[in-house]
C-alpha cells in the first residue's frame, strides 16, 4: 500500500521560510511526478508546484514562481517545497502527490494526509 508521509509544516513569520518534504513508500513501480498541493481557506485545493521525477522538468502556480522551489531526490523517494517569503495568504493545508505508473499501462495517484502551514505574525 503506497504511503507518503509529510512533515516541515508549522507557524512561520511573514516573510520568513519552510521546507515541507514527502517521502514514498510501499510500492516499487516508478514514480512519474511528486508534487505539492494546496488548500487555503475558501478555496478549492490547488496545484502549488510538481516536479517529474526521471527528467526533472517543474511546473509552478503564478504565486510560487519566484518564492517556492520543488526538488526531489529519486533515490529517497522524497519531493520537497522550499518556500521563501511566506505570506499570510499562504496559510493553509499543504498536500504531496504522487503519480506512479504500473505495469499494466495504469497511473494512479496518490495523496499524503496533509500538513499545516501557517503565516502569521
Known amino acids: 500500500q503506497v504511503q507518503l508521509v509529510e512533515s516541515g509544516g508549522g507557524l512561520v513569520q511573514p516573510g520568513g521560510s519552510l521546507n515541507l518534504s514527502c517521502t514514498t513508500s510501499?510500492?516499487?513501480?516508478?514514480?512519474?511526478?511528486m508534487g505539492w498541493y494546496r488548500q487555503v481557506p475558501d478555496k478549492q485545493r490547488e496545484l502549488v508546484a510538481k516536479?517529474?521525477?526521471?527528467?526533472?522538468?517543474?511546473d509552478y502556480a503564478e504565486f510560487a514562481k519566484g518564492r517556492f522551489t520543488v526538488s526531489r531526490d529519486n533515490t529517497k523517494k522524497t519531493v520537497y517545497l522550499q518556500m521563501n517569503s511566506l505570506k499570510p495568504e499562504d496559510t493553509g493545508i499543504y498536500y504531496c502527490?504522487?503519480?506512479?505508473?504500473?505495469?499494466?499501462?495504469?497511473?494512479?495517484?496518490?495523496w499524503g494526509q496533509g500538513t499545516q502551514v501557517t503565516v502569521s505574525s
Open positions: 502527490n504522487t503519480i506512479i505508473g504500473h505495469a499494466s499501462g495504469d497511473y494512479s495517484a496518490h
Open positions: 510501499g510500492n516499487n513501480d516508478p514514480i512519474y511526478v
Open positions: 516536479i517529474a521525477a526521471m527528467v526533472g522538468a517543474t
